[in-house]
């Protein structure tokens, strides 16, 4: 009984963090695809000036990372450690 309510806490907690992901982040991220389907990735990223591969290349990245994985990926990874480690630590 214990580990099912652990683990009805580590998916409560993952859908809370999603909801408040999509609500902050997704919306701009739906943006963001439509944006990329209308002008194509490197048009989004570079502007109508353009870019060299690096920094496209970088603000590629940039975006990735500070949309989706500081956001949603690390606190999902953080969440899931931390039910693992208490659920060793109480068998």
């Given at each position: 009984m214990e580990r099912v309510k652990s683990c009805i806490k580590v998916i409560s907690l993952?859908?809370?963090i999603v909801i408040v992901w999509f609500f902050l982040f997704g919306i701009r991220l739906i943006g963001?695809?439509?944006s990329i389907?209308?002008?194509g990735l490197r048009a989004t990223e570079c502007g109508t000036?353009?870019?060299s591969?690096?920094?496209f290349l970088w603000n590629t990245a940039w975006t990735f990372t500070f949309?989706?994985?500081i956001p949603l990926i690390i606190p999902s990874v953080l969440v899931i450690y931390w039910s693992l480690k208490n659920?060793?630590?109480s068998s």
């Amino acid at each position: 009984m214990e580990r099912v309510k652990s683990c009805i806490k580590v998916i409560s907690l993952l859908i809370a963090i999603v909801i408040v992901w999509f609500f902050l982040f997704g919306i701009r991220l739906i943006g963001y695809f439509l944006s990329i389907s209308e002008r194509g990735l490197r048009a989004t990223e570079c502007g109508t000036q353009g870019c060299s591969d690096f920094v496209f290349l970088w603000n590629t990245a940039w975006t990735f990372t500070f949309l989706i994985v500081i956001p949603l990926i690390i606190p999902s990874v953080l969440v899931i450690y931390w039910s693992l480690k208490n659920n060793k630590r109480s068998s």
